[in-house]
């Protein structure tokens, strides 16, 4: 079982209320950017940033925090779900992590919708790895436990991006509980967490060793014959009780005289 602590970082105040909208969804269209060009540390993590009349918009129309938000991408049904990590973007951009961007199908420049949403909290995840190679670092679990701490919800069939040791592993997000939504909240969250094989990875092959069974041919080059066998049993040289050998005409036996 993993533990992801609360923590959304950027320091954004906790303006709740005010406008007297009354829970009305957020939902605007921004052009995309990658986070890496802005901050790099925020490309490893799962959060984007949005330009400060996002939050005054969330406020005015009383979205409970923490926030979630549904990003799509507009033309081919693509989603992802993720937090926000603060509200400092230009006017009119959205920056996201380049793996999202992958997911999503976009580019640089184009338009995404970005839709507040709430999201239940995870019970149980499973990942699968697509390189079996991210099974040779050390305690692959505790460094994917530490990454997740950077995001804040999980979407079922969408590969996040783990940075390791100056390396990057794409995991699958195989399956959630609850499976409602297709997504959910990690934010202070215990979860339990299961792993597939990965993407790459082959059963060994077993191929048993060949056993040589006698055939009849060799059946008979075994087989002796009965008088062989027994002068074979009686051979070698014989001696008289002074020591001396016995000659072999000596040993010969003569059949009865007639």
């Known amino acids: 079982m993993m533990h992801f602590p609360p923590g959304f970082g950027g320091g954004m105040p906790m303006m709740m209320g005010g406008g007297g909208f009354g829970m009305l969804p957020f939902e605007e269209k921004y052009h995309v950017c990658s986070v890496a060009l802005k901050n790099q540390e925020l490309e490893e993590g799962g959060r984007i940033v949005l330009p400060p009349s996002a939050l005054a918009k969330l406020t005015q129309r009383d979205v409970p925090y923490p926030y979630f938000f549904e990003l799509s991408a507009p033309g081919n049904g693509r989603k992802i779900h ?6 400092s973007a230009s006017e009119g951009q959205a920056w996201i992590p380049h793996w999202m961007m992958e997911n999503l199908g976009v580019e640089f420049g184009n338009l995404l919708t970005v839709k507040s949403v709430q999201l239940p909290q995870c019970q149980y995840v499973k990942f699968r790895p697509q390189s079996k190679l991210f099974l040779d670092i050390t305690n692959p679990k505790a460094v994917l436990e530490k990454t997740l701490t950077s995001f804040s919800a999980l979407t079922k069939g969408a590969t996040i991006r783990i940075h390791y040791n100056r ?7 195989v399956d959630l509980k609850p499976p409602d939504t297709g997504a959910a909240s990690i934010v202070n969250a215990d979860v339990n967490v299961d792993f597939d094989a990965p993407s790459d990875y082959v059963e060994p092959t077993y191929t048993p060793k060949p056993v040589k069974v006698p055939m009849f041919d060799d059946m008979e080059q075994d087989k002796e ?8 049993a009686f051979q070698g040289a014989g001696a008289r009780p002074n020591g001396k050998a016995v000659e072999e005409s000596a040993m010969q036996v003569e059949g009865p005289v007639a």
């Open 82 to 87: 993720c937090g926000v990590q603060e509200f």
């Open 225 to 232: 014959d009965p008088a062989a066998a027994t002068s074979k």
């Open 167 to 173: 390396k990057t592993y794409d995991i699958d997000v």
